[in-house]
């Protein structure tokens, strides 16, 4: 079992940056991919931003790429996301994930993960 938990979460005014974390305890952090996934009202949740747990390899969906940036910190078993540049379809709940996934893969579906934590809430205000 993996237990994760988000935080830093907030409001925020659209232009404005957010960090984002997610603690992980029971297995060992380093041997998982993990990913960021958000779901706003009434949409599915979707792919945002993943890391592979061999060398920190990183995938965005196109609508962060060059705001957002992911990256680990496996001596803190600690995931991060970096948002920047935030607007206001940015707004939804986001939550963490960890993958037991081949060493270079880092998965993009929700179906793909094995654990989750509880999400917090990023709202942009235009």
């Known amino acids: 079992q993996v237990q994760l938990v988000e935080s830093g979460g907030g409001l925020v005014q659209a232009g404005g940056s957010l960090r984002l974390s997610c603690v992980a305890s029971g297995r060992i952090f380093s041997n998982y991919a993990m990913g960021w996934f958000r779901q706003a009202p009434g949409k599915e949740r979707e792919f945002v931003a993943g890391?592979?747990?061999?060398?920190?390899?990183?995938t965005y969906t196109d609508s962060v790429k060059g705001r957002f940036t992911v990256s680990r910190d496996n001596a803190k078993n600690t995931l991060y996301l970096q948002m920047n540049s935030l607007k206001p379809e940015d707004t939804a709940v986001y939550h963490c994930?960890?993958?037991?996934?081949?060493?270079?893969?880092?998965?993009?579906?929700?179906?793909?993960?094995?654990?989750w934590g509880q999400g917090t809430q990023v709202t942009v205000s235009s």
């Open positions: 994930a960890a993958a037991a996934a081949p060493r270079w893969s880092t998965p993009t579906t929700a179906a793909q993960y094995d654990y």
């Open positions: 890391i592979t747990w061999s060398d920190d390899r990183t």
